[in-house]
């Protein structure tokens, strides 16, 4: 069994930062691709950043510049660091990895359960 845990959500004023982890545990072989998505009220789930095991990163237009994606790969863990928070952020924040547990033969897509990232003054 595989499990993301995410932590570092809240309420933050409109400029401020926020730092989200998201920690993979269980029985895992390898975690490859890690990522971050959010859903606000009433649109889609979206791409926030991702990053491969290499440590390439990719990043939404909106928050390119702003947010910086980064993992420990000893740890199973991906960060977001988030700065220059704006209201349009404000979002449920979701990990997500593919990881190959120590008895599959390939890797599968796990989620976190979900962070809500509030922007506001």
């Known amino acids: 069994q595989v499990q993301l845990v995410e932590s570092g959500g809240g309420l933050v004023q409109p400029g401020g930062s926020l730092r989200l982890s998201c920690a993979a545990s269980g029985n895992i072989f390898r975690v490859y691709s890690m990522g971050w998505y959010r859903q606000a009220p009433g649109k889609q789930r979206e791409l926030v950043a991702s990053?491969?095991?290499?440590?390439?990163?990719n990043y939404a237009n909106s928050v390119e510049g702003r947010f910086t994606i980064s993992r420990d790969g000893a740890e199973n863990t991906v960060y977001l660091q988030m700065n220059s928070l704006n209201p349009e952020d404000t979002a449920v924040y979701s990990c997500?990895?593919?990881?190959?547990?120590?008895?599959?033969?390939?890797?599968?897509?796990?989620w976190g359960q979900g962070t809500q990232v509030t922007v506001s003054s």
């Open positions: 990053i491969t095991r290499g440590g390439n990163t």
């Open positions: 997500n990895a593919a990881v190959r547990a120590s008895d599959a033969p390939f890797a599968t897509n796990y």
